[in-house]
């Protein structure tokens, strides 16, 4: 069974600072990664899908990147804000599955 | 577009009680699923539809049914609840398979506590 660990699972920075969020995976058998931001009380919202055959996706802020064959994700977020503060979840998809296995999440706060 | 919604937003049940959570999306999806996310584990696959007609299980459908009579609703039924499903259940939708790498759209969620 696909196992997604994120570590930490709590993480304070104070404003501007870039930081780095880790995501790691037990079956590098994957057909994507997905890191997705939930904030308290409400859904998630996916903030970059990364196929098995890329290495990293960028949007904005963001850059995401993929090393199957270590079975690492990691997300970084430059020039953190106060607005970035989050629960931040990868999810993996193996292929021909349907199910997304995520991690647990690292609760992000940026201080002012 | 209102995307993925959800009702009710808070539930509370007795031990052996029925419900229905609904789930409803406005974007002409394919696939939709639900799921529960409980605290140090992550959110887990319950059920999930690839269209309407067809409904398959997850990782954790013990104590769940599910139907997809239209494109547009998902429900998710608890016929005798227990304890062990307090959990906030989300309802995620998108637009067309998972296999083909979609992104999925979350509802809020239902925050749902069973004494």
């Known amino acids: 069974k696909q196992e997604v660990t994120q570590i930490p699972a709590a993480l304070s920075v104070p404003e501007g600072e870039n930081l780095v969020l880790n995501c790691s995976f037990t079956d590098s058998a994957i057909y994507n990664l997905q890191w997705f931001r939930q904030d308290p009380g409400k859904g998630l919202t996916s903030l970059l899908l990364?196929?098995?055959?890329?290495r990293e996706q960028t949007s904005g802020r963001l850059n995401a990147s993929l090393d199957k064959s270590s079975g690492r994700s990691t997300l970084y977020i430059a020039a953190s804000q106060p607005g970035d503060s989050a629960t931040y979840l990868c999810?993996?998809?193996?292929?021909?599955?349907?199910?997304?296995?995520f991690g647990t999440g690292t609760r992000l706060t940026v201080i002012p | 577009n209102a995307g993925v919604t959800q009702t009710p937003k808070f539930q509370v049940l007795k031990t052996g009680q029925s419900m229905t959570l609904q789930c409803a999306q406005d974007?002409?999806?394919?696939?939709m699923s639900w799921y529960r996310q409980d605290p140090g584990m992550g959110l887990r696959l319950i059920h999930y539809?690839?269209?309407?007609?067809?409904?398959d299980q997850g990782e954790v459908p013990n104590g769940y049914n599910v139907s997809r009579s239209t494109t547009e609703d998902f429900p998710l039924r608890l016929l005798s609840a227990a304890p062990s499903q307090t959990s906030v259940y989300f309802c995620?939708?998108?637009?067309?398979?998972?296999?083909?790498?979609?992104?999925?759209?979350f509802g809020p969620g239902t925050r749902l506590l069973v004494l």
């Open positions: 995620a939708s998108s637009y067309s398979t998972l296999l083909a790498g979609e992104t999925q759209y």
């Open positions: 539809s690839v269209g309407a007609g067809i409904t």
């Open positions: 990364i196929q098995s055959s890329q």
């Open positions: 999810a993996v998809r193996l292929g021909g599955a349907n199910n997304l296995f």
């Open positions: 974007m002409n999806h394919e696939y």
